[in-house]
């Protein structure tokens, strides 16, 4: 094994304030070993995928130098049993209200959305059905305007004439009547029958 100065991935993971179980799931995913901790390049390569400047790595003798003494830290800690954490944590503490929320906001948006877009096409359908029998209806308007107007004049006219058709046909009766009761003058009686004197 080449001499190479490594960190460990709970000092890397300390050092950088990271969660040890997500950079170790991250190693994985880019093909980095741990198990015999961390070469500079594979520390810069993790400090490029969580974004932050790279830490400089302490350097791990491999060895005791022979010219400087081995000192233990000794027997005065008193180690404790690790403390049990709670299975379950929440975020409540951390907020000082309340929130309003709907279930299924982009459910609802999509309802609405498509509500919407019914009622437009209906309004726009209706406009246009209304625009169209407005249309009908102004055509039928000057059509009859027109036909209305030649209807008051043949009136006029037809007044005029008929007046002075039944002038004319009563003064022809009346000549004929004149005519026919001249002719009366000439009729012969039967026999018997005087004619009453006047």
Same mark, same amino acid.
């Given at each position: 094994?080449?001499?190479e100065?490594?960190?460990?991935?709970?000092?890397?993971?300390?050092?950088?304030?990271?969660?040890?179980?997500?950079?170790?799931?991250?190693?994985?995913l880019?093909?980095?070993?741990?198990?015999?901790?961390?070469?500079?390049?594979?520390?810069?390569?993790?400090?490029?995928?969580?974004?932050?400047?790279?830490?400089?790595?302490?350097?791990?003798p491999?060895a005791?130098?022979?010219?400087?003494?081995?000192? /233990? !830290?000794?027997?005065? +800690?008193?180690?404790?049993? =690790?403390?049990?954490?709670?299975? &379950?944590?929440?975020?409540?503490? $951390?907020?000082?209200?309340?929130?309003?929320?709907?279930?299924?906001p982009?459910?609802?948006?999509?309802?609405?959305?498509?509500?919407?877009?019914?009622?437009?096409?209906?309004?726009?359908?209706d406009?246009?059905r209304?625009?169209q029998?407005?249309?009908?209806?102004a055509?039928?308007?000057?059509?009859?305007?027109?036909?209305?107007?030649?209807?008051?004049? /043949? !009136?006029?006219?037809? +007044?005029?004439?008929?007046? =002075?058709?039944?002038?004319?046909? &009563?003064?022809?009766?009346?000549q $004929?009547?004149?005519?026919?009761?001249?002719?009366?003058?000439?009729?012969k009686?039967?026999?018997?029958?005087?004619?009453?004197?006047?």
């Amino acid at each position: 094994m080449e001499s190479e100065n490594r960190l460990s991935l709970h000092a890397f993971c300390r050092d950088n304030g990271l969660a040890k179980s997500t950079v170790y799931e991250r190693c994985k995913l880019l093909g980095i070993s741990t198990s015999e901790g961390l070469s500079v390049d594979d520390c810069n390569r993790l400090c490029r995928e969580f974004k932050f400047k790279p830490v400089q790595v302490q350097a791990i003798p491999e060895a005791v130098s022979s010219t400087r003494p081995h000192v /233990e !830290s000794g027997n005065h +800690q008193i180690v404790l049993s =690790a403390p049990s954490l709670p299975a &379950t944590l929440t975020l409540e503490n $951390l907020r000082s209200g309340s929130v309003t929320s709907i279930a299924d906001p982009l459910n609802v948006a999509a309802s609405f959305l498509q509500n919407a877009d019914a009622l437009i096409a209906a309004m726009n359908g209706d406009l246009q059905r209304r625009q169209q029998e407005l249309q009908q209806t102004a055509t039928a308007k000057d059509a009859i305007a027109q036909k209305a107007q030649e209807l008051k004049l /043949e !009136s006029r006219l037809y +007044q005029q004439n008929a007046n =002075a058709i039944d002038q004319a046909q &009563t003064q022809a009766t009346t000549q $004929l009547t004149t005519a026919l009761e001249a002719l009366q003058a000439f009729t012969k009686k039967p026999d018997g029958e005087s004619e009453s004197s006047s």
